[in-house]
């Protein structure tokens, strides 16, 4: 069995190609928020909604690039296999989550439609999974970041 | 888990960055391997006994805990 005593971390290459891809992501993605809120003339509670959870995706990302960019100038590595344990138990919560988040809006969708209104559309459905999904999955990485727990 | 890392590291007047970078870890593994937080897979026990000169067995101490 080979070690990393006395190695750089490998894959160093790599991780910078993802670290800097990430922030050109989240750039383009604050880019298109920013296009989208100027053209939109007036903001509904469900559109002020969506801009506040992306904003809070992008930060996070912004993040997490940081702290991976800050361990590859110290000479770690940006992932190792706490990090990626952690990253699958917070993605294993993301994805029981978006089974429950589905359930509840499919049944708030159902009882707006009872009540008389109109219910929410697929795009909307979709986008509410994606982007609360999305805050499950960030909340419980920093959650079991700050804990230690990778079990 | 209880772990002797910190005593290990004060022996060879190691930093827990210089402990992780020569383990090839980030500094918070170190911090949570010494706080008994993270179990170890088999194969960073064994870097961490191996960079500080000693066995998996005198490092960790299992506990059923």
Redesign the interface.
């Known amino acids: 069995?080979k070690?990393?005593?006395?190695?750089?971390?490998?894959s160093i290459g790599k991780d910078r190609t993802v670290i800097i891809a990430g922030f050109v992501v989240s750039a383009l993605v604050l880019a298109t928020l920013v296009l989208w809120v100027t053209n939109m003339g007036s903001i509904n509670l469900f559109e002020s909604l969506s801009i506040l959870i992306i904003l809070f995706l992008v930060i996070s990302a912004a993040w997490i690039l940081v702290d991976r960019t800050r361990?590859m100038r110290?000479?770690?590595?940006a992932?190792?296999?706490?990090?990626v344990k952690l990253m699958h138990k917070a993605g294993y919560y993301a994805y029981l989550a978006s089974i429950y988040i589905a359930l509840a809006l499919m049944w708030y969708s159902d009882s707006l439609e009872d009540s008389g209104g109109a219910g929410l559309d697929a795009g909307q459905v979709g986008g509410a999974i994606i982007l609360l999904s999305a805050i499950v999955l960030m909340g419980s990485y920093f959650y079991l970041?700050h804990?230690?727990?990778?079990? | 888990m209880k772990t002797r890392i910190k005593e290990f590291r004060a022996k060879y007047d190691l930093t827990q960055?210089q402990l992780?970078?020569?383990?090839?870890?980030?500094?918070?593994?170190i911090?949570?391997l010494e706080?008994g937080?993270?179990?170890?897979?088999l194969?960073?026990a064994?870097?961490v006994a191996?960079?500080l000169k000693t066995t998996i067995d005198e490092l960790f101490v299992f506990t059923r805990d």
């Open positions: 069995m070690t990393n005593i006395k190695n750089k971390p490998k361990n110290a000479g770690l590595p992932k190792d296999e706490m990090t970041s804990k230690g727990a990778a079990e | 960055e992780a970078q020569k383990v090839g870890v980030r500094r918070e593994t911090v949570f706080a937080k993270y179990n170890p897979s194969k960073l064994h870097d191996k960079a």
